[in-house]
Nanobody, 134 residues
Framework: EVQLVESGGGLVQPGGSLRLSCVAS????????MHWVRQAPGKGLEWVSG????????YYADSVKGRVTISRDNAKNTLFLQMNSLKPEDTAMYYC???????????????????????????WGQGTLVTVSS
């Protein structure tokens, strides 16, 4: 059974930091590109960041570029998102998602990905809530 389990969310003050994790099981983690997607209260899905299956390249949405870093540990089947300088507008449910590396070029180039990639993911986690508030 394919599973993606996120953790690390919580309440943080503006300007603070959080590190999200996503542990994968049930599939060959190292063969999949991984992404983070978020959904703010009352809003649609927003693609946040992605990383190559081998960790060789990363992609970021303009809204988070320079403040977040995506990484992965293929030996531990784990994806990370380090978030710094958090803002109230970062408040959202954060999901990790997996997509086959073969379709990468259909959605991602020049260090960013088409938001439509959210329709192509092969697996999703259940999400972890990040709340940025004083």
């Amino acid at each position: 059974e394919v599973q993606l389990v996120e953790s690390g969310g919580g309440l943080v003050q503006p300007g603070g930091s959080l590190r999200l994790s996503c542990v994968a099981s049930g599939f060959i983690f190292s063969a999949y590109d991984m992404h983070w997607v978020r959904q703010a209260p009352g809003k649609g899905l927003e693609w946040v960041s992605g990383i190559y299956s081998n960790g060789g390249s990363t992609y970021y949405a303009d809204s988070v570029k320079g403040r977040v870093t995506i990484s992965r540990d293929n030996a531990k089947n784990t994806l990370f998102l380090q978030m710094n300088s958090l803002k109230p507008e970062d408040t959202a449910m954060y999901y990790c998602a997996a997509i086959r590396e073969e379709v990468r070029n259909d959605y991602c180039s020049d260090s960013r990905c088409d938001p439509a990639i959210t329709n192509a993911f092969d697996a999703w986690g259940q999400g972890t809530l990040v709340t940025v508030s004083s």
